[in-house]
């Protein structure tokens, strides 16, 4: 049998390095999530336009149950595309170059929140930011970052009586921590460890929209320029998410190592979430 001079040949006697083996698997997990979530948007978006059109061209011979049924299926092929598209958000956050400079953090919170919050929002919505220090680290996966938080509060004080929103700032030794606070629905401590895991969710999709991704998507953002995050709530009485960033004295020695790390676990999050295994 003819060799193929670009085959990788194994030599059992030599040990492979275990944790490049685990990083290799990892990058190939990661890869073939991200194809297997592209591939799926085109027959979602078949699906979807499918029944819109049956709704729309056949509803007079459709009863009311045969209506039922497609907009159920147009609902829920919006709510995979939803989903499809955080996922590959998540993946596009792993696969990004880390290009670090300084941020304006305060104005950077403002401008999310203009986007996270429609005119008629921002009008009913009590909004205040402290005077945040600036931070080291990637513009683009940072505002991403503030993106998500502020949405989060800005859907989860839709029911409340007193809408509020507060981003401020505690300044310690190596790191800052900045935080969002609302007096939104809350959480029970109790599930804390559950916010940041993938679909999650302590609230049902009828009650807020959303694929449970995005505090995922924040985990891994953060972690990669070598911080943390967290959250602090009561049921009923509103919330802080938090997350820190190092003092940029500290951000180059931690994000390598931290970066590596959070990829394959994201890797394999991906890999569960689409039906793999890891």
Known sequence: MKEDPKATILDPGVKQDPERCVVERRA??????Y???HSLKAPLRAISG??????????AILDDEGRRLLGLVVENAG????LIADLLKLSRVERLQIESSRIDMKSMAIAMFCESADPEERAILSFAVDDIPEAEGDSILIRLAWRELLENAVKFTRSAKRREIRVGSETREAETRYSVSDTGTGFDMAYVDKLFQVFQRLH????FEGSGLGLVIVKSIIERHGGRVGAEGRKGEGATFWFTLPHAAATVATVATVATVATAATAATLARALGGSA
């Open 204 to 207: 049902s999709s009828e009650e």
């Open 28 to 33: 190939q997990m990661e890869s073939f999530a």
């Open 50 to 59: 499918f029944s819109k059109a049956l709704l729309e061209d056949y509803q």
């Open 79 to 82: 709510t995979m595309q939803r």
């Open 35 to 37: 194809l297997v979530a």
